[in-house]
C-alpha cells in the first residue's frame, strides 16, 4: 500500500538538527535522498554505538533518524559536485537544508540558483535562529537553543541550576514543525504549483515548551521558576509532584479538581491495605476542606496561616511519602487508574521497550540491516494511517550506498561519479 507522500522526492542536506523531518518525511513514503559530505554525515560519529560495527556506520543516533532514506555522498565545494546537486535537484519536490546565509551563498546554493533549478520548489531550512533578524548568523548548538528559548530556566531543581532536556530536544520539535510545514506547502503547491519557503527556527520552536512562563512574564508581570519534583509555590504541597515509589518514581497530581483529587489517594492507601491516620481528626478534616493546590496557595499568600497550614501539609506528604515507597510504581499506577487518581508511572527505556500497550499496538518494528549484521527494531512513528500507513521500508543507509544508482538514474557518467569517489554505474 503507497505511502501518502510516495509520489514526493525530498532532497536532505540537513545537518543532525532535520534529520527527524527526514525521517517523519520518509516514514509517510516520500523518496528521501540524502546528501551528505564525503566523509559523511556528522551524526554517523555520535556515540552510542552499535556493537561490532566500525564507524562511520555504527552511530545509533544516525541510525534512528535516518532510516528510510537512501545516502548520495557528493562534494558540492566543487564544481563537478555543485553541478550533480542541481540536477538532482531538479527531480525534487523539497529542498530541506540547515544552512545559514554564509553557507548558501559560499556553495553557490542561495535562493536566486535554487530557483533557477526549480521554480515550485519547497526549500525547509530548520536553523538554530532562523534566516533574518541579529542572531541569524550565529554559531548554534541544542544546549543554546535551550537557553535561548527559556526553557532551561524552568528545567531543574529550585536550589540548583538550570538543567538542560535530555537528548536534543530543540531538533526534534523542530524537526516535527518543518515536517509539517512542508506538508502544508506541498498542499499549496498542488492547489496552485507555486513553491515556497519553510523556514524554522529551533529558538522558536521550542519556546511553546515554556507552557504557560510568557503569558505570566506579560501578563501577571512574574517569571515562573524551576520546581523540579518539589510541587508548586515554594511549598511542598502533598499528591504534587515525584514521588519514590518501590523501585523507580511516580509522577501525582492529586491536589486540584481533576481526577479524584486527594480523596483518590486515600481511596487508594484503603485498597491497598495501607493505615494512616490520615481518616481521623484533624487531618480528615483539613484533607476534604483544603486540599486543593488553587486554596492552599491562595492561603499561603496570608502570612498569619503559613505556619499552620505548612506544619499540616507536611505530615499528610510524609504519610503520603511512605505509602509510595511501600508500592511498585506500575501497580500505584495501574490501581490509580481505577480510582481517578493523576498518576503516572515514570518509565525507564526498559519499561517503555516492555509496554504492553505499544506491544499490543505493534509499535515497535523489526528490519533486517544485513549489510550491518544486525536485524534492528525501531520504535514506530508518531501516528497511524489507516488507508496510507507509514512504514519502515529500509534501514538507515551507509555513507554513499546509494551515491551510483541515484546518479545514475539522472544519466550521470561515470567520469562524474569517478570524481565523487565512486565507481561507475553498470549500464
Not at 509517510?28 to 562511520?56: H, N, Q, T
Not at 548520495?72 to 540547515?98: K, M, P, W
Not at 515536517?179 to 520552536?205: F, K, M, P, S
Request: hydrophobic share 40%; glycine share 12%; net charge negative.
Amino acid at each position: 500500500m503507497a505511502g501518502a507522500l510516495s509520489d514526493i522526492r525530498v532532497v536532505e542536506t540537513s545537518g543532525p538538527i532535520g534529520h527527524y523531518a527526514g525521517r517523519l518525511l520518509a516514514d509517510l513514503g516520500a523518496d528521501v535522498i540524502k546528501v551528505e559530505p564525503l566523509v559523511g554525515d556528522p551524526a554517523r560519529l555520535y556515540a552510542p554505538f552499535l556493537p561490532g560495527v566500525e564507524p562511520p556506520e555504527n552511530g545509533l543516533q544516525f541510525l534512528l533518524l535516518n532510516a528510510n532514506k537512501r545516502s548520495v555522498a557528493l562534494d558540492l565545494v566543487s564544481e563537478g559536485g555543485r553541478a550533480l546537486f542541481l540536477r538532482l535537484l531538479s527531480t525534487a519536490d523539497v529542498l530541506l537544508d540547515s544552512w545559514q546565509r554564509p553557507e548558501a551563498r559560499a556553495l553557490g546554493l542561495d535562493d536566486d540558483a535554487l530557483h533557477a533549478t526549480r521554480p515550485d520548489l519547497v526549500r525547509a531550512s530548520v536553523t538554530g535562529w532562523g534566516l533574518s533578524g541579529p542572531h541569524a548568523d550565529w554559531a548554534y548548538a541544542d544546549i543554546v537553543g535551550q537557553a535561548m528559548s527559556g526553557v532551561m530556566t524552568l528545567a531543574g531543581f529550585p536550589d540548583g541550576p538550570p538543567e538542560r532536556i535530555a537528548d536534543e530536544q530543540g531538533h526534534t520539535c523542530a524537526s516535527i514543525n518543518a515536517a509539517a510545514g512542508i506538508v502544508a506547502a506541498l498542499l499549496h503547491r498542488d492547489a496552485t504549483g507555486e513553491g515556497q519557503r519553510v523556514e524554522v527556527a529551533v529558538q522558536e520552536a521550542l519556546s511553546m515548551a515554556q507552557e504557560t512562563a510568557m503569558m505570566s512574564a506579560d501578563i501577571l508581570g512574574v517569571d515562573r521558576e524551576r520546581n523540579g519534583g518539589l510541587g508548586i509555590g515554594g511549598t511542598r504541597i502533598p499528591g504534587v509532584g515525584l514521588y519514590h515509589a518501590a523501585d523507580g518514581f511516580v509522577y501525582m497530581l492529586a491536589a486540584g479538581t481533576a481526577g479524584s483529587g486527594f480523596e483518590g489517594v486515600l481511596s487508594l492507601m484503603d485498597a491497598l491495605g495501607y493505615r494512616s491516620d490520615l481518616r481521623e481528626e484533624p487531618w480528615a478534616t483539613f484533607i476534604r476542606e483544603s486540599m486543593n493546590r488553587g486554596l492552599l496557595l491562595q492561603a499561603l499568600q496570608d502570612p498569619s496561616q503559613v505556619q499552620a497550614i505548612s506544619t499540616r501539609l507536611a505530615h499528610i506528604d510524609e504519610v503520603l511519602r511512605d505509602f509510595c515507597a511501600k508500592h511498585g510504581k506500575r501497580e500505584l499506577y495501574e490501581r490509580g487508574q481505577r480510582h481517578r487518581l493523576l498518576i503516572g508511572m515514570v518509565s525507564s527505556p526498559q519499561d517503555i521497550s516492555e509496554s504492553p500497550q505499544l506491544a499490543a499496538r505493534e509499535w515497535f518494528v523489526e528490519i533486517d540491516d544485513p549489510k550491518r549484521g544486525r536485524r534492528l527494531r525501531y520504535p514506530g512513528p508518531p501516528w497511524q494511517l489507516r488507508g496510507t500507513p507509514a512504514t519502515l521500508r529500509r534501514p538507515a543507509p551507509l555513507l554513499g550506498e546509494h551515491t551510483a544508482e541515484v546518479l545514475g538514474e539522472l544519466g550521470a557518467t561515470d567520469a562524474e561519479l569517478r570524481a565523487q569517489g565512486v565507481g561507475g554505474v553498470a549500464r
